[in-house]
């Protein structure tokens, strides 16, 4: 069968979770150095940065601040995995880092929200 342009072709995709192309300010803190950045891609497994070389080794830790909050910021921790020509990859050492975020956002507004995590029964309501 011939291909065209218009024909639908299966792309090979190796990664385990969907990304989206983003652009979010944050702060890159890895030993004593902190470095600005620009998350341009995420998944909830990780995330790809540009920014200025970190000289991190792979699995160093490495805290991501958003910068959108003038007083206290969030942050997200991961793990660093390599250089990239614009900045590195990292991978989310949460094992759900959008809703530990969450509750670190709710935190802001009342510190009464628990900052625990527990693991329910399956149990449908």
Same mark, same amino acid.
């Not at 995420?42 to 792979?58: Q, V, Y």
């Given at each position: ?26 702060? &890159?803190?890895?030993? #004593?150095? /902190? ?8 998944? @909830? %497994?990780? +995330? ?18 958003? &910068?959108?909050?003038? #007083?206290? /910021? ?8 390599? @250089? %990239?020509? +614009? ?22 507004? #009342?510190? /009464? ?13």
């Amino acid at each position: 069968m011939e291909t065209d342009d218009f024909t639908l072709r299966e792309i090979t995709n190796a990664r385990a979770a969907t990304r989206y192309v983003v652009s979010i300010p944050v702060a &890159l803190q890895i030993r #004593d150095k /902190r470095v600005e950045a620009r998350i341009v891609d995420i998944s @909830e %497994t990780g +995330a790809k940065l540009e920014c200025a070389s970190l000289g991190a080794n792979p699995n160093e830790p490495v805290q991501i601040e958003m &910068l959108w909050f003038e #007083d206290e /910021r969030p942050s997200m921790l991961a793990r660093f995995v390599r @250089e %990239t020509s +614009a900045g590195c990859g990292v991978q989310f050492t949460d094992p759900c880092p959008f809703l530990r975020l969450f509750v670190k956002l709710a935190r802001l507004h #009342d510190d /009464r929200v628990s900052d625990c995590f527990h693991v329910l029964g399956s149990q449908r309501f």
